[in-house]
């Protein structure tokens, strides 16, 4: 009787507890720090992971930067999607990522924009003149010391030998998707942001892809965060790399790593 009445004890205590977890789990949803390029696709694959799995997340978008800064210094994020591996790099090293949960996810193309009704043409070489360009205006970017879209960008500036000539006139943004704002509204004839963003804003057009051997490759890397508890964050992780994700990434025009 001793042992019934604990087993009975014990079964109260469960039915207790187990609907309160997943009462908790639903109004807890793994919360997500993305790059802000990101933005469109994985809204995408997240509404698809939540209709075929019942559950949801939460994303937070900006610069990789500072996103990275912001779990550094204790955000509750539980996974993290940068567009490059220095910021990744950056959280490994402080060792606030969970061991062995990273992966190189996607790549993308930087290229050169302008407002859809602009009639600007340039081909993308050595010297090629991207001041006269400019006109009397600025050339959007993100940040170029710390948020990856401007880092790329002024990379490839340098090494086509022109970053001197317009690095005076940059109007620099905080991430790429306020970089891509800036052209679209027209407050900058010309910027640099990736494929992805520029096919995602109807009010720009791209002028031109950089060559690929003009700055690093472009890769996203995705990783949960050492201090999460969330037990659907890797759930979410292993969606981003599968096969129904996959697609929906290439229909946004990024390219899949894995």
Do not use: C
Not at 99 to 117: E, H, Q, T
Not at 148 to 165: C, I, N, Q, R, T
Not at 176 to 183: E, H, N, Y
């Amino acid at each position: 009787m001793k042992w019934r009445g604990i087993g009975l004890a014990l079964g109260l205590l469960a039915a207790l507890v187990l609907p309160a977890a997943s009462a908790w789990a639903a109004s807890n949803p793994p919360l997500v720090f993305a790059a802000a390029s990101l933005k469109e696709a994985l809204d995408a694959v997240t509404a698809e992971w939540a209709h075929e799995s019942g559950k949801t997340a939460r994303i937070s978008y900006a610069g990789s930067s500072l996103l990275a800064r912001q779990i550094e210094q204790g955000a509750p994020a539980d996974l993290f999607i940068s567009a490059d591996l220095d910021w990744m790099d950056y959280l490994d090293a402080r060792h606030l990522l969970k061991a062995r949960s990273r992966i190189d996810l996607l790549g993308n193309r930087l290229v050169l924009i302008a407002p859809k009704a602009s009639g600007v043409s340039l081909t993308i070489a050595p010297g090629f003149d991207l001041a006269h360009a400019l006109g009397t205006g600025r050339l959007a970017m993100a940040d170029t010391k710390a948020v990856p879209a401007g880092k790329y960008g002024k990379a490839a500036l340098e090494k086509l030998g022109v970053w001197a000539s317009v690095e005076n006139r940059i109007a620099q943004a905080e991430n790429v998707r306020a970089a891509l704002a800036f052209v679209a509204r027209g407050e900058a004839p010309l910027g640099i942001v990736y494929r992805t963003d520029a096919l995602a804003e109807p009010g720009v057009r791209i002028v031109a892809l950089f060559p690929e051997d003009t700055h690093q490759p472009i890769v996203y890397p995705a990783a949960l965060a050492a201090a999460s508890r969330n037990e659907d964050a890797a759930a979410l992780l292993a969606f981003l790399s599968s096969a129904r994700a996959g697609e929906i990434f290439k229909s946004h025009g990024f390219v899949l790593l894995k």
